[in-house]
């Protein structure tokens, strides 16, 4: 039986990142995906017509009112045809469209008259991303119920056009490829709906007085990756963060802590979840008598700490007996025998995945990472790629294992 190509309805929004969507054109067709292409007003001032027609190999939808498109594919006939609409961009105006349920052009009428999941793309300046009204309408975009709930693939941290830095760079045309692949797949797109998932990111401070700490470089990224991509397979995701400077992700609900201590306690308070990634970087010990004024510099040389053990959260996690989770993963952060060190810390925790990774090489606070998946029966060593492309990659395993 010969298999239908999937259908892919791809939006073209107004942001400097519409060139990417001709590579992302180039890049479904090879995967065998029919495309055809609706282009805004806006987007039209980046990308040309012809460009996309070119690559598609169909003519590019424009105007909402067009006696071509009315006889022929009409606006609510193209937006039933696609087995998915990709917005890429999906620039601040379009996604506060979809949100409000407002349709006053073909790229807007179409995502309010489709029956099929849509894809955000998201693309804009960091300070956009950021704002308030942004994340109240990313939020509600996700949290539509049924299809009508959109995933969203990115954005990433880089370098913008307006030379910025921060996230909103639409993500690169390859991870949005391996997105739409996995919407098409399996029902609905979505194979961790209805699980539940802990993920811990970021640092803990320690305080010492009310000045200083103990802390680490962690930034939290590679955990809110993860969450971020948990959440795009359909699970009900809690992140416990320590300190960080990053947004929480969409359809993401985060808690907020300082201490090993407290992380311990919302982490344990979770429970009992599907699956827990263990990503942040608690410190292992705190000081056992926190001065209550700031201490001075004094002769004689510094004052001597007294340092206690934390509580150990991803060991807890792994003995919590009746509502210890079916999959366990922690992470090791390495600067010498990565994997030896690994394994020994999956025997000790008591886990059953561990990703170890070489921290030796600026990995803190940077976009990428290279890691290797210790499990019971072996390692695989993964490329270096970005810490989304590392998430994506495991929730993907992740959602293999919970659904067998």
């Known amino acids: 039986m010969t298999r239908t190509a999937p259908k892919i309805l791809l939006i073209v929004g107004g942001g400097i990142a519409a060139y990417k969507a001709l590579e992302l054109v180039r890049l479904m067709k090879k995967a065998g995906m029919t495309v055809r292409a609706v282009l805004t007003k806006a987007g039209a001032e980046f990308v040309t017509p012809l460009s996309l027609a070119s690559l598609t190999g169909h003519p590019v939808h424009q105007a909402l009112f067009s006696p071509e498109d009315e006889t022929a594919m009409g606006h609510i006939e193209l937006s039933r045809w696609a087995d998915l609409i990709v917005v890429a961009p999906a620039t601040a105006g379009l996604m506060a469209k979809a949100a409000n349920g407002l349709a006053d052009d073909l790229a807007s009428t179409a995502l309010l008259a489709t029956d099929k999941r849509v894809l955000l793309a998201p693309a804009m300046n960091v300070r956009m991303w950021e704002h308030p009204a942004v994340k109240a309408n990313l939020a509600r975009l996700t949290g539509f119920d049924g299809l009508h709930g959109m995933a969203v693939v990115g954005p990433d941290d880089g370098e913008m056009a307006c030379g910025e830095y921060g996230p909103g760079r639409m993500a690169e045309p390859a991870a949005i490829l391996e997105a739409v692949q996995g919407l098409l797949a399996g029902a609905a797109g979505r194979p961790l ?148 060190q690994a394994r020994a810390k999956l025997s000790r925790k008591g886990c059953d995945w561990i990703v170890g990774n070489d921290v030796s090489d600026e990995v803190f606070g940077s976009d990428g990472n290279a890691v290797t998946l210790i499990t019971r029966g072996g390692a695989k060593a993964w490329p270096r790629q970005s810490k989304a492309a590392v998430a994506r990659a495991l929730a993907a395993r992740i959602a293999e294992t919970l659904t067998d």
């Open 193 to 340: 709906k209805g699980k539940r998932a802990l993920v811990t990111a970021g640092p803990t401070f320690e305080p010492i007085d009310p000045v200083r700490g103990l802390t680490n470089r962690s930034s939290g990224k590679q955990g809110y990756a993860i969450a971020a991509a948990l959440a795009d397979l359909g699970a009900e995701v809690t992140l416990v963060s320590g300190p960080t400077a990053l947004s929480a992700p969409p359809g993401v609900t985060r808690v907020d802590v300082e201490t090993a201590a407290e992380m311990h306690a919302a982490s344990m308070s979770t429970l009992p979840v599907d699956v827990a990634v263990m990503t942040a970087a608690v410190a292992d010990w705190r000081v056992d008598d926190v001065a209550s004024g700031k201490i001075k510099k004094a002769p004689g040389g510094p004052p001597m700490l007294s340092l206690i053990e934390n509580p150990d959260i991803l060991a807890s996690v792994s003995s919590a007996k009746s509502k210890r989770p079916r999959l366990v993963i922690g992470f090791a952060a390495e600067t010498s025998d990565l994997e030896a």
